[in-house]
């Protein structure tokens, strides 16, 4: 009985012990949770830059929007004047194919009709012994044609020079209102919430909004550490030799945190066997919670730094584009000023082409004028060829006709002298010979002679060149 009775003090100071720690462990590990008051102060900061970037976003996308509005009038304006300059490009581009290939048609023509002259010889029987054989070509001056070639290539070059200054411009004017669309056109890289259709929706109030209940949550939840740790305080006073406990582990905690009493050096209450039966069963349940009330209190932290993350992105985005619109903006003065330059630059492409075209025109008109002198030298020459067979005809008739007289003329003379002489054997001696001083003359004689000062005979030509040169004639009647 004696060692039963004396080891119940034993128990009983064992049991206590035992409380103390379990009290101590309770209030250390609340003291500890009470840290997460930064991360409250840190949600609240979060918090309030979120509402500032709220307030800013709305005010940089309404400057933005209303640059956007302005600046996209103005493009389409350039737009306009770029499209009717590109028609003065097309106009002159299809133009000048046009010309080039008249030219071309022209310069073939011509060149075809110089090849003629220079396949047709001259008959060799129309120059003199001593001379080699000559094409027509040989007769023409070629110098006129090399001389408007030249006048041709000139204003050619001229004109393409035209044209590549114009397009020169042109280029730059596309750069420019490309650069303004391309800077209007100019996103970031990430890819914030809300994107859809392709328009953005800001993802602002919304985490703004999920931040607000975080922050709510944090607070709430930092306040049931505060009592919790409030309790672990109260539970450690009536706790057998908790006092200095309490005094030594609970004298400092993080600023801020509101205890709830006058200190942990205030004596504690009594309270009674029950009551305190009752505040240990409701700190043992506190305490199996405030691990995961921290790390609640973590994860909201967690999440409210990432979606300010997103907001920062979001805000940087619209920064990034209200600095390109501005951007855009400023180019567009800048164009403004170049814009009398490009559409001065139509107006001096077209006085220059349609110089250089007129006188391209002119040249064209020479040149077939050269086309058809030479042309026309091609059909004289055979229809010269025709007068020469057309003369040595006639000739060869006049000759057979001279002939035939003097057959003629010479059989009527021996007829002549025949009677005379018959006449003289029969009168002649009963006659005086001077009664008639032409008694005894001979008949007259008759010659047909050519007549003419340097006229030559019609040279011969052979029948097949003649045919040759009808057949060409009539081919170009």
Same mark, same amino acid.
């Given at each position: 009985?004696? +060692? ?20 101590? +462990?309770?209030?250390?590990? +609340? ?210 030799? @908790? ?16 205890? @709830? ?79 009398? @330059? ?33 042309? @026309? ?86 029948? +097949? ?13």
């Amino acid at each position: 009985m004696a +060692s039963s009775t004396e080891s119940l003090p034993s128990q009983s100071s064992n049991q206590a012990s035992t409380l103390l720690e379990t009290v101590v +462990s309770h209030l250390l590990a +609340s003291k500890r949770s009470l840290s997460s008051i930064n991360h409250v102060y840190r949600a609240n900061e979060l918090v309030t830059a979120t509402r500032n970037s709220l307030e800013t976003s709305v005010i940089t996308s309404a400057r933005t929007e209303f640059l956007r509005t302005g600046i996209d009038s103005q493009v389409r304006i350039l737009t306009r004047v770029r499209n009717n300059i590109e028609g003065v490009a097309r106009e002159g581009a299809a133009e000048f194919k046009a010309v080039i290939r008249n030219l071309d048609t022209a310069e073939e023509r011509l060149r075809e009709t110089l090849n003629l002259l220079r396949k047709t010889m001259v008959e060799a029987s129309l120059r003199p012994e001593d001379e080699g054989r000559r094409s027509l070509l040989d007769f023409v001056d070629e110098t006129g044609v090399d001389g408007l070639m030249a006048r041709i290539k000139t204003s050619i070059d001229k004109a393409s020079g035209a044209d590549d200054d114009f397009s020169k411009g042109n280029r730059a004017f596309d750069e420019d209102v490309q650069n303004v669309k391309s800077l209007l056109a100019k996103k970031t890289k990430q890819d914030m919430p809300g994107e859809a259709g392709g328009e953005t929706k800001s993802p602002i109030p919304e985490i703004l909004h999920d931040m607000e209940d975080h922050a709510k949550d944090m607070a709430d939840n930092l306040e049931s550490l505060v009592r919790h740790f409030d309790l672990c305080v109260t539970a450690i006073k009536h706790t057998e030799g @908790g006092g200095d406990a309490a005094q030594r582990i609970a004298g400092e905690w993080p600023e801020g945190v509101d205890i @709830g009493q006058d200190g942990t050096n205030a004596p504690a209450d009594p309270i009674g066997e029950e009551e305190r039966r009752e505040m240990m069963e409701v700190l043992e349940k506190d305490a199996s919670q405030v691990e995961d009330v921290v790390i609640e209190i973590k994860e909201h932290m967690m999440d409210m730094e990432a979606r300010y993350e997103l907001v920062t992105a979001y805000t940087d985005q619209l920064a990034d584009e209200h600095a390109n619109t501005t951007s855009a903006f400023r180019l567009l003065e800048e164009i403004g000023l170049r814009l009398p @330059g490009y559409i001065a630059q139509s107006h001096i492409f077209v006085y220059r082409w349609d110089d250089e075209k007129a006188t391209i025109e002119e040249c064209m008109d020479e040149l077939e004028g050269l086309r058809l002198f030479y042309d @026309g030298f091609l059909r004289a020459y055979d229809n010269l060829l025709l007068e020469i067979g057309r003369r040595k005809a006639l000739e060869t008739r006049m000759e057979k006709v001279a002939q035939d007289a003097m057959a003629k003329i010479q059989k009527l003379y021996e007829d002549d002298f025949e009677e005379r002489e018959s006449f003289k054997k029969a009168q002649g001696d009963f006659l005086p010979v001077d009664i008639w001083p032409g008694l005894m003359a001979g008949p007259l004689q008759y010659e047909i002679l050519p007549v003419g000062n340097g006229v030559e005979k019609v040279p011969d030509v052979s029948k +097949s060149v003649i045919q040759q040169a009808t057949r060409r004639v009539d081919g170009r009647i």
